[in-house]
């Protein structure tokens, strides 16, 4: 497998696990040695800002990305703690090209991919506290399907005006949907039905007080405001 990546991308050598490759890879040449004067002038220029931001890194002229469309810096990040083997969280670069390469004008591009559970183990290791969910100001109930569509769109409005609200997205009860917005700490539960739509409004409860009143559809977010202030 080396042997062929040593006629297609021999940089990918270095990525290999064997220990007789690791060895015969050691004394390859090191791409940093050999950098042209644009690219090593680009390199110092990452090193200095990273020096700038506090960011402690760890030059490796080993480190190769998975996929092959990378052009000059790549990256990996690392924890020091409590992750064993597996301690990288993350990595990615540049790929300048990659957008001329699949048809598009030429647009330098950089990005990078984090594992999501690495990161909790990793937070978890460095004793992180997360914070506790924050509470639900909005859950919206459909009382069946046909009026699932508007329910979306309320949400969605809510939301964009700044609220925290949710929705069942199982098909459940409503009566279901009522405990899951009381698992969720659901301040109001704002229940659309057939009746309501056509009416073009929502019967809007305190879960506090499970007070109802009838709500224009237009008015929830208004009205939202208005109970919180």
Aim: charged fraction near 30%; hydrophobic fraction near 40%.
């Amino acid at each position: 497998t080396c042997m062929t990546r040593a006629e297609v991308n021999p940089l990918r050598a270095f990525d290999c696990k064997n220990p007789q490759c690791a060895a015969i890879m050691a004394d390859a040449p090191k791409i940093t040695d050999h950098l042209c004067d644009e690219c090593r002038e680009h390199y110092d220029a990452v090193k200095t800002l990273l020096d700038g931001a506090g960011v402690v890194y760890e030059e490796d002229y080993k480190l190769v990305r998975g996929l092959d469309y990378y052009t000059r810096t790549v990256f990996e990040v690392q924890v020091d703690n409590g992750m064993g083997a597996q301690n990288a969280i993350g990595g990615g670069g540049r790929y300048d090209k990659l957008a001329e390469e699949v048809g598009g004008r030429p647009t330098p591009g950089l990005g990078f991919a984090l594992g999501f559970e690495r990161c909790v183990l990793a937070l978890e290791a460095a004793g992180v506290e997360f914070p506790r969910a924050q509470k639900c100001d909005l859950f919206v109930a459909c009382v069946d399907d046909s009026v699932r569509a508007r329910a979306f769109a309320l949400v969605q409005e809510c939301r964009d005006a700044g609220f925290t609200t949710e929705m069942d997205h199982q098909k459940r009860s409503l009566k279901s949907q009522f405990k899951l917005a009381d698992k969720l700490g659901a301040a109001r539960v704002a229940v659309l039905g057939p009746d309501e739509l056509d009416a073009g409004e929502v019967t809007l409860r305190d879960m506090a007080t499970h007070t109802e009143a009838k709500v224009r559809l237009e008015e929830v977010v208004g009205e939202l405001g208005r109970a919180i202030l």
